[in-house]
Structures are given as structure tokens and as C-alpha cells.
């Protein structure tokens, strides 16, 4: 059987429409796919938006947030200057910023220091993974980053929610070893076969994060789940949506993968300079197996939908 995230009923409501129009979003890495998601599921509820870009930014993602109502702000990302400026008047701030150090870290820093010297209440900075604070930072270079900046921020005063949401749904269709199309092949550790993996779909993220981002106070971390869905289940669901039921391989055990995943990523240093190198993707998969969500925030906000398993098959 599919094991997937049941609604319970809503018991969670925001402000009114009114209030609604008082507050200003700002969306940080707005250009990218998730960005853009936020903005428009902003723009949905009627949340004034504000987009901080960078110079060179894409002008055709630029215009197309403009066509929504999006107010862009060109700014300097190492300027406290600039970026205070941009973060004038706003409520909340949302960082869907991808990168490595200089960014996850640096930038976001930076703009961390803008916010509250231009007295933003609340930041949600760009944690959109699965839940690193259980992972040893060894075990995932990008958690790893995410995690200094998470003892950064706790470091202030300012109001800081983190979303987790364990791996973007949209990566059941790469054909990575966890479900291989082409090989038919469906890829675990240990004796993990029913170990539930937690997926979100982007859009579920973006209306997820939006409803955070106009709340006016929420706890430091949240957890969602589109569906959680075991090796197992690929199996059925592969059987089912695919033709065929997928050859369910057992790589060994999480201690030799973690062994593995530091060879890899030793022999292959020029991988330090890459967003995902295969060693990161590895790990990533290393991660999958080794934490879950124990409990969801699926039913916090009233109206949001779930995207089901079968439809990311």
C-alpha cells in the first residue's frame, strides 16, 4: 500500500483580506524555479511582493515577474546599503537562494543584517530540504551550509522559520538510483525497503511557504509532505504506472554508503566548486534514508491541496 500524508481538518486560519494588503513580501533568489512559485502563490493571495534582483539578472524572468505585480528592487547582494533599502517597509522576508558559501551563507547573511537593520520581523531563510539539524554535517555538504547559517540567525533576535519539506517530489522523474525508469530499478539501503521518504512538489512548497510567509508568527521549523513513499511502494507504484514492477536492489548498509559517498567525494575535489556534483547527489541520497519526517504541519493553513504520489510517477 502507498503510504502518503492524510489531511486532517483545518484548524489554522491567517489574517483577513484586508490585513493582507498591509503586508510586503520580499523573495530573495526570486528568478529561480521555487522563487518564482512564491511569488505568484503570493500573488495569488493578494500579497504585495517585492523581488530583489541582481544585475545580469534574466530580463525575461524579471519581466514575466513584473506581468504578475511583482515590484523589483536591483540590488548589490554584498551591499548592507542596497539591500536595507530593499528590505524597507517589509514584513517578511523569504530566501529561495541557491548556491554555495558565497551564498547560503554570505549572501544570506548579509541580507539577515539589512532585515534587521530595517526592522523586518520575520525571515524564512532558504532551508527547503529535508530536516538537516538531524544529519551530521559530514554527511551532506549543502545541509552542511545550511546549518551555519542556521546558527547565525539563531544568534538574533529576529523571528526565523525554517521549511522543511524532505526531497522536491520532481526528482522521482531524473531517473536517479532511487527510481531508475530506464534500468526498472529502485535502489535502498539496509533493511530500508519500507522506509518512508518524504516528497514535496514545488508547488506545493510555494503555496506552503506563502501561507508561512503572511502568518504573523510561526514556530522555528515546520514539516510537509506532498506523500512519503517507501521503496516498497515505488515498487507497486512502478508495476502500476510504469508497465513493469520495477527489481528492488540492496545496496549494503547506511555505514558503507557514508564510507563510499567521503571516497567519492575525496577523489573528486574540482566537486567543491559545483552546486551538485555527483558526490552531493550521493549524499543527498544518503540522506533520504537516513531521517524522516515524525510529524507534519500539512493541515496548519486552511485551502492548500496536496499533490498525490501518482501523479509524480
Known amino acids: 500500500m502507498v503510504v502518503f500524508s492524510s489531511l486532517k481538518p483545518i484548524r489554522f486560519v491567517i489574517a483577513k483580506n484586508d490585513e493582507l494588503m498591509e503586508k510586503l513580501i520580499l523573495v530573495a533568489g526570486a528568478t529561480g524555479k521555487l522563487g518564482q512559485k512564491i511569488c505568484r502563490e503570493l500573488n495569488n493571495r493578494n500579497v504585495q511582493v517585492r523581488a530583489i534582483v541582481r544585475a545580469g539578472s534574466d530580463p525575461e524572468k524579471i519581466q514575466k515577474l513584473e506581468a504578475q505585480g511583482v515590484e523589483i528592487f536591483q540590488a548589490d547582494m554584498s551591499s548592507l546599503a542596497e539591500l536595507t533599502a530593499a528590505c524597507d517597509g517589509v514584513t517578511c522576508i523569504v530566501s529561495a537562494l541557491a548556491g554555495l558559501h558565497d551564498v547560503i551563507v554570505e549572501a544570506q547573511t548579509k541580507l539577515l543584517e539589512a532585515a534587521i537593520a530595517a526592522g523586518v520581523p520575520r525571515f524564512i531563510p532558504s532551508d527547503f530540504s529535508s530536516d538537516f539539524t538531524e544529519i551530521p554535517p559530514a554527511e551532506n555538504r549543502n545541509f552542511a551550509l545550511r546549518k551555519e547559517f542556521k546558527a547565525i540567525i539563531d544568534g538574533t533576535s529576529i523571528e526565523a522559520t525554517s521549511i522543511f519539506n524532505g526531497c522536491f517530489a520532481e526528482i522521482l522523474s531524473y531517473n536517479t538510483p532511487l527510481f531508475n525508469v530506464p534500468e526498472k530499478s529502485i535502489t535502498y539501503y539496509e533493511d530500508k525497503e519500507d522506509w518512508a521518504i518524504d516528497f514535496t512538489t514545488m508547488d ?92 507534519l504541519d500539512n493541515a496548519r493553513y486552511e485551502g492548500l491541496t496536496w499533490s498525490p504520489v501518482e501523479e509524480n510517477i
Do not use: C
Open 204 to 295: 506545493d512548497t510555494a503555496a506552503f511557504t506563502a501561507m508561512v510567509a503572511i502568518d504573523e508568527h510561526t514556530p522555528r521549523a515546520l514539516h510537509i509532505s506532498s506523500f512519503s513513499v517507501s521503496p516498497d511502494d515505488l515498487a507497486v507504484l512502478s508495476e502500476k504506472n510504469k508497465g513493469s514492477r520495477f527489481n528492488l536492489i540492496n545496496k549494503g548498509s547506511m555505514e558503507s554508503f557514508s564510507a563510499d559517498n567521503r571516497v567519492f567525494r575525496a577523489a573528486n575535489p574540482a566537486g567543491e566548486d559545483e552546486l551538485y556534483p555527483r558526490w552531493q547527489q550521493a549524499q543527498y541520497m544518503y540522506s533520504m534514508f537516513l531521517v524522516h519526517h515524525e510529524k
